[in-house]
Nanobody
Framework: QVQLVESGGGSVQSGESLRLSCAAS????????MGWFRQAPGKEREGVAT????????NYTDFAKGRFTVSRDNAKNMLYLQMNSLKPEDTAVYYC???????????????WGRGTQVTVSP
């Protein structure tokens, strides 16, 4: 079955960086849209970034533009999220997700990891 396992979360101070990773298995990875989502305490889950199956197209939510970079390595079945200039409001559980369709929009993801906690202190 499809497994997505996130890693790389942790506690940092405002302005610092983190790189999240997601290891995918049980799917033909190079055919899947991949995305990062997050959920802060008391808030709904929201999209962060998506990347097309071939890695050529990316999409970011406004708060991620200019600070976060999504990338993938199809040879290693890995997804990454480089997060720079982190702010306290970025504190959340970050989830990796996959979707096998052609439209990588945030709405369609149906495979999910368990998440990794990111905590940013002032």
């Amino acid at each position: 079955q499809v497994q997505l396992v996130e890693s790389g979360g942790g506690s940092v101070q405002s302005g610092e960086s983190l790189r999240l990773s997601c290891a995918a298995s049980g799917l033909t990875y190079s055919l899947y849209c991949m995305g990062w989502f997050r959920q802060a305490p008391g808030k709904e889950r929201e999209g962060v970034a998506t990347i097309s199956a071939d890695g050529d197209r990316t999409n970011y939510t406004d708060f991620a533009k200019g600070r976060f970079t999504v990338s993938r390595d199809n040879a290693k079945n890995m997804l990454y999220l480089q997060m720079n200039s982190l702010k306290p409001e970025d504190t959340a559980v970050y989830y990796c997700a996959a979707y096998g369709g052609w439209n990588c929009d945030f709405r369609f993801y149906n495979y999910w990891g368990r998440g990794t906690q990111v905590t940013v202190s002032p």
